[in-house]
């Protein structure tokens, strides 16, 4: 029983040191302190690509494109708010995308509903982050970054506004 017990919190540790170890920083984001693998947020972030080549060679391997994930600047994927038809004048992440909304109230819908989908008209990303060239919209992908953090307040942080994280990374 106390071999079980043993293997069990060795076990526990290792999971919390690989959790620590797929993150892409060593530093909290927030308050520059050391990480705590046990606080880990996975963000969303849509990137789009000027081929279907391009696409392809990321999403056979993502993990070694997440330098240019990160450092890929994002824009407004629509010209419209997606609820009202009007102009934009606010934005809101969704599903990794930079959504373009008329106001608070149709802010509030668009976050609030997870399985919300924005046709997009414009890429999600002025730049293929593989080549440089104009991105277009039909060649866009979500990619998951993890970053961990030190406490669960800045994870909280992290989680209110995701897209404030990648800028500080």
Same mark, same amino acid.
Do not use: L, R
């Given at each position: 029983m106390k071999n079980l017990v043993c293997f069990i919190a060795a076990f526990a540790m290792l999971a919390a040191f690989?959790? +620590? #170890? !797929? +993150?892409?920083n060593t530093k909290?984001? @927030?308050? *520059? !302190?050391d990480? !705590?693998? +046990? #606080? =880990?947020? =996975?963000i969303k972030k849509a990137v789009s690509f000027c081929c279907g080549n391009c696409l392809g060679k990321y999403e056979k391997d993502p993990a070694a494109? =997440? $330098?240019q994930v990160i450092a890929a600047e994002s824009q407004l994927v629509n010209e419209t708010c997606p609820i009202? *038809? $009007?102009g934009t004048g606010k934005t809101v992440v969704v599903n990794g995308q930079l959504v373009g909304v008329c106001c608070g109230k149709c802010a509030k819908k668009v976050a609030g509903d997870a399985? @919300?989908?924005v046709k997009a008209t414009k890429p999600a990303t002025? $730049?293929?982050?593989?080549? *440089?060239k104009p991105a277009k919209a039909d060649k866009t992908s979500v990619a998951d970054v993890k970053v961990a953090f030190c406490c669960a307040k800045c994870v909280a942080k992290a989680e209110k506004n995701p897209a404030a994280v990648l800028s500080k990374l």
């Open positions: 690989t959790s +620590a #170890q !797929d +993150a892409v909290c984001p @927030f308050s *520059g !302190d990480v !705590d693998a +046990a #606080q =880990t947020v =996975t494109m =997440t $330098k009202s *038809g $009007k399985a @919300f989908e002025a $730049k293929c982050i593989v080549t *440089g």
